[in-house]
């Protein structure tokens, strides 16, 4: 998918072009580069590929359990690719079932629309179903999403950016008494919904923002952000000011730097930093 797209230039319009300049991903700081002790990155256990097996592949994957109080590792685990599909998901399921079952990691319908199983893929915050592992590095890596609390391996808590997510209201205000069928829209105004409703909260742009990074705690993020457009957008809802008014705070909407993450990892193709809450101030 990505690995196949032409290299543009850094600024880019959706998550289906790649920038040119990789200096970042090619000269990486120093793994555990001014981590606390406790949370440094240790050498884990190599599993090695079955007896027999022709066609291999090296997948490193982040292991946590904080019930362990031991410190995060990183375990190298050689899949079966005659034995295993095509997806990185695939490698991850085959990992638990035939080698490690503590391997842990969200999952749920494997089409790409659920948003379960994100994770950083190579550096790329992806959903491991949608990701081809011919895609991934030579020797794949595989971390939960960034800036978030761990529950254990490649399964972030992610009860903080729900919580930004439904203080957003993401659901239809209305003043009027309800028609008798649906409430009508134009073809025209239907279409200001699109590349907005698709979402589908993976947390993959709000992850990779380094303004949430930095102000987790009261800028919204770009997946809440990108919700509350969506309902300002929509015709059909009536309470516009007091959205309006429920943002206008220097943290929770102000802070977006359009550093433009977001846009370069939403695997549905959507575009949060291309239009903002800010836009209808």
């Not at 790329?124 to 991934?136: G, K, V």
């Not at 930004?164 to 829209?185: C, D, G, I, V």
């Amino acid at each position: 998918m990505m690995g196949k797209e032409k290299r543009l230039p850094l600024i880019i319009d959706s998550s289906d072009q790649l920038p040119s300049a990789t200096i970042l991903k090619r000269f990486p700081l120093p793994r555990n580069f001014g981590v606390a002790p406790d949370s440094r990155i240790e050498e884990g256990q190599v599993w090695k590929a079955p007896a027999g097996a022709s066609r291999t592949k090296a997948f490193t994957i982040y292991r946590y359990d904080p019930d362990s109080g031991d410190n995060p590792t990183l375990d190298i685990f050689e899949v079966d690719l005659d034995d295993c599909g095509p997806m990185v998901l695939d490698a991850l399921i085959w990992i638990k079932n035939k080698v490690d079952p503590t391997l842990t990691f969200r999952r749920s319908c494997r089409e790409g629309v659920c948003g379960s199983c994100a994770m950083n893929i190579d550096g790329t915050n992806w959903l491991a179903c949608t990701r081809e592992i011919a895609e991934t590095d030579e020797a794949g890596r595989i971390y939960p999403l960034s800036n978030m609390r761990i529950v254990k391996d490649l399964v972030p808590d992610l009860t903080h950016v729900f919580a930004q997510y439904a203080a957003m209201e993401p659901w239809l205000h209305s003043k009027t008494p309800a028609p008798e069928n649906e409430r009508l829209q134009s073809p025209e105004e239907r279409s200001e919904l699109d590349g907005y409703y698709e979402c589908i909260l993976c947390f993959c742009c709000t992850s990779g923002c380094p303004s949430h990074w930095w102000n987790g705690d009261r800028f919204l993020g770009p997946a809440a952000l990108l919700q509350a457009y969506r309902w300002l957008a929509d015709t059909r809802d009536e309470a516009t000011g007091q959205r309006l008014d429920d943002l206008e705070d220097p943290f929770r909407l102000y802070r977006c730097h359009t550093i433009l993450n977001c846009t370069r990892t939403c695997p549905k193709g959507g575009t949060p930093a291309r239009r903002s809450p800010r836009s209808r101030k």
